[in-house]
């Protein structure tokens, strides 16, 4: 991997991690459009990046972590099924399900449809009223969590399936967002603890460059992804990803049928 691939990765991974549309497959996505292979180096590089979109999260949201303790115990009790599932379900997720790309184009497929349909029923609805992350019980946060473990399959989107759920428990709509920001603090901080631990951490010189290139541009874009999102939600539903969603999966169908079609 160059320098460059790492750059473009950053900018994926900082524009996608907080957008219903899954970033973790759109780095498997990307590097299949790149011609990389699925190393270790590049699982561990996919994971290991999103330490730059946590740290945006803390810079924006730093009282929830050590000032406003009960939005805390919130985030704390909505990672732990997440924390299980993923413990004990990492030499799956990590030698299969991200090693296969048609998973991610389902994943991805089925979730914009899911997506459409979701938004569409509840079109004319008006939000529960009650916001703040404190709105939310420790039961509807367990739920939560319980949700977002979905996501170890890739191309799920953790954050589509938070918000999705924390919208199908009755949570309003600018809180389950925000929610799903603190959320994924613990949840990617915790993967890419265990990915290092599991790996050895056996990064060369180079390699280490390569993952601060994509810590840093992850960083920067995950800021103005977070931004954005806070403000498109204002006056939009999110048909407009699933649609997305669906469009990308489809023209990588056809990429992929036509790279595997025999030459004339």
């Not at 991805?108 to 449809?113: A, K, Q, R």
């Not at 459409?116 to 039961?139: A, H, N, V, W």
């Not at 994924?184 to 890419?192: D, G, L, N």
């Not at 997305?244 to 036509?258: E, G, P």
């Amino acid at each position: 991997m160059t320098y460059l691939d790492a750059l473009i990765f950053s900018v994926v991974e900082g524009i996608s991690e907080f957008l219903p549309i899954s970033s973790t497959g759109h780095l498997i996505l990307t590097a299949k459009l790149l011609d990389l292979p699925q190393t270790e180096f590049m699982k561990s590089f996919e994971i290991v990046i999103q330490l730059g979109a946590i740290l945006s999260v803390l810079v924006l949201y730093w009282r929830s972590f050590l000032i406003r303790g009960e939005e805390l115990k919130r985030v704390l009790c909505a990672f732990v099924p997440t924390a299980v599932v993923g413990f004990v379900l990492y030499k799956l997720i990590k030698k299969h399900l991200m090693a296969d790309f048609n998973i991610v184009l389902w994943a991805l497929f089925i979730g914009g449809i899911l997506m459409i349909l979701f938004e569409k029923s509840r079109k004319g609805q008006p939000d529960s009223g009650k916001s703040g992350i404190t709105s939310i019980s420790y039961k509807k946060a367990f739920c939560i969590g319980l949700i977002q473990a979905l996501a170890v399959i890739p191309g799920v989107s953790r954050s589509a399936a938070t918000i999705i759920g924390g919208l199908m428990l009755g949570v309003e709509r600018r809180t389950i967002i925000e929610f799903s920001f603190l959320l994924a603090v613990p949840t990617m901080a915790a993967a890419t603890a265990l990915d290092l631990v599991k790996s050895g951490g056996g990064f060369t010189a180079d390699q280490a460059g390569v993952l601060m290139v994509g810590f840093a541009g992850s960083f920067v874009f995950a800021l103005m992804s977070i931004k954005w999102l806070l403000g498109f939600i204002k006056n939009h539903s999110f048909i407009g990803f699933g649609f997305y969603r669906i469009f990308v999966a489809w023209a990588l169908w056809v990429v992929l049928a036509f790279s595997q079609s025999p030459t004339s």
